[in-house]
């Protein structure tokens, strides 16, 4: 495994009085591709937002690089980690560039104008996400997968080294899903981030996963190298369904359906 990047200790979060990450042990490593897999309300996506520091943790730790993420000053947390949430209401229209801009807001001056090299960066930002051509429109009105490819060449704009994503291929139709995943994967390789990328589908854990993070309840039932959490042992006690392995595909048995079982 790699050398530790991130590191939950004990890690809880809370919603109110109900609980959603309980006593969370982890760790990931620099330079992964790691998918959180688990059921609906097992804490993946209130993981990315501790880790993000927009939701407080409720006990428990977080380490990264070996410091307390508690401890780092939110400017330096806001350069090194980038964080893309599920969906993002643009209320007001935004220049595409203008969009990826903002990723340039932790290196800043307060309210002082972009500079010469924040724009350069921002159009190699677009290039690499092969959005460069629509910096002059309004983001609002992109299509799904444009606007998810806007969005990360602005977390590549951060220059941050590691990008939360929660669940950024919901919604797309194939063609747009398969574009931004491309583009993921290869940006990825260029600057060896590290990604912790939330996810429903098994597939795309699959086959885009270095490591598989499984969750439950708000703890971590397996983690490791994908080949060896991906188990239909481990998937029928994360989702409750009975699994079972097709090759490198797996399906849920079922007694209704016409075929006996789903792919997954």
Not at 145 to 173: H, I, K, M, S
Not at 200 to 218: D, N, Q, Y
């Amino acid at each position: 495994m790699n050398e530790t990047l991130i590191e939950t200790r004990a890690l809880s979060a809370r919603y109110g009085a109900s609980r959603a990450l309980d006593g969370l042990d982890a760790s990931i490593g620099r330079g992964e591709v790691v998918a959180v897999l688990g059921e609906n309300g097992s804490g993946k996506s209130t993981l990315l937002r501790v880790l993000a520091r927009v939701l407080p943790a409720s006990g428990g730790e977080v380490l990264f690089g070996g410091r307390p993420l508690s401890e780092m000053p939110r400017r330096e947390s806001a350069r090194r980690i980038a964080y893309v949430p599920q969906s993002v209401d643009l209320v007001f229209p935004i220049r595409s560039l203008d969009l990826v801009l903002q990723g340039r807001a932790p290196h800043g001056r307060g309210f002082a104008a972009d500079t010469a090299e924040d724009l350069r960066i921002a159009r190699e930002a677009m290039r690499a996400c092969d959005v460069e051509d629509l910096a002059g429109r309004d983001a609002k009105a992109l299509s799904g997968g444009e606007r998810r490819r806007v969005f990360l060449a602005r977390a590549l704009a951060q220059e941050a080294e590691v990008w939360l994503l929660d669940d950024p291929t919901a919604g797309l139709d194939p063609r747009h899903r398969l574009e931004f995943l491309e583009t993921l994967w290869r940006v990825h390789g260029e600057r060896r981030t590290t990604v912790l990328l939330v996810t429903h589908e098994i597939a795309l854990a699959g086959a885009l996963a270095t490591s598989v993070l499984l969750l439950k309840a708000g703890r971590a039932i397996a983690r490791g190298p994908r080949a060896d959490v991906l188990t239909p042992d481990n998937l029928s006690r994360a989702f409750g369904a009975p699994f079972e392995s097709r090759g490198s595909a797996f399906r849920v048995r079922s007694a209704v359906l016409p075929g006996g079982a789903a792919d997954l």
